[in-house]
């Protein structure tokens, strides 16, 4: 069964470090979605790809986080410098938008940072 | 105010219980109503969606939707073990284009065997 792939699993960084999460979606995929997920709470979208443009990151820290999808398909969040309060997990999501097979977000497993 | 408010408190039933979640909601624009599973360390999964106002039922899972409240359920009937996760509730104004997903805070649900 297909899946969305993350990396890495955990990261721990000190504050003021750069850290990078990848992800790999379901093939095929047009649509690919990064969201935070701080303990306790629901996921937050940060930022919406179709194919490699951007639809949507209304919520997305630019001073420090950046995301791209360069050739439509894995996509790269990055965030420069990192701050305690950037603690949370990081999940990637595809979906099809197919009219026929429907408009299902998959999500990864996440990737957990911790910021110390 | 939060668009969608899921009190967060944990539950724990007996195995076979009915277990009851709910969530308001403030935005008129949503159409479309879903419930996520997220076992612990993992990603959320679609469990169900419902489109506008009415029941769904899938197994032992029913979802239910009133807009004329701003009120959506979701009852897990027979409850196992296996059903012991976080379930959040999600929403949006459309499913596809810039149609953000307004999540619940999700809450931890145990069924002690």
């Known amino acids: 069964e297909a899946e969305v792939a993350q990396s890495p699993r955990y990261k721990i960084t000190e504050k003021s470090q750069a850290v990078a999460f990848w992800c790999d979606p379901i093939?095929?995929?047009?649509?690919l979605y990064w969201y935070r997920q701080i303990l306790g709470q629901g996921p937050e979208l940060l930022v919406q790809f179709q194919d490699e443009s951007v639809v949507d990151d209304s919520q997305l820290p630019k001073d420090r986080f950046s995301a791209e999808r360069l050739k439509g398909v894995d996509s790269t969040l990055k965030i420069q410098p990192a701050e305690l309060g950037d603690s949370a997990m990081y999940l990637c999501?595809?979906?099809?938008?197919?009219?026929?097979?429907?408009?299902?977000?998959?999500f990864g497993p996440g990737t957990r940072l911790t910021v110390t | 105010q939060k668009e969608v408010e899921q009190d967060p408190g944990p539950l724990s039933v007996p195995e076979g219980a009915i277990v009851s979640l709910n969530c308001t909601y403030s935005?008129?624009?949503?159409?479309?109503f879903m419930w996520y599973r997220q076992y612990s360390r993992k990603g959320p999964e679609l469990l169900m969606y419902t489109y506008s106002s009415g029941n769904k039922e899938d197994g032992r899972f029913t979802a239910q939707v009133d807009k004329s409240s701003k009120y959506i359920s979701l009852f897990i009937r027979d409850s196992q073990p296996s059903d012991s996760a976080t379930y959040l509730c999600a929403m949006s104004p459309g499913l596809y284009g810039n149609n953000r997903l307004a999540f619940g805070k999700g809450n931890q649900v145990v069924v002690i065997p």
């Open positions: 093939s095929g995929h047009a649509t």
């Open positions: 999501a595809s979906s099809l938008d197919s009219p026929i097979t429907g408009y299902e977000q998959y």
């Open positions: 935005n008129s624009a949503f159409q479309y």
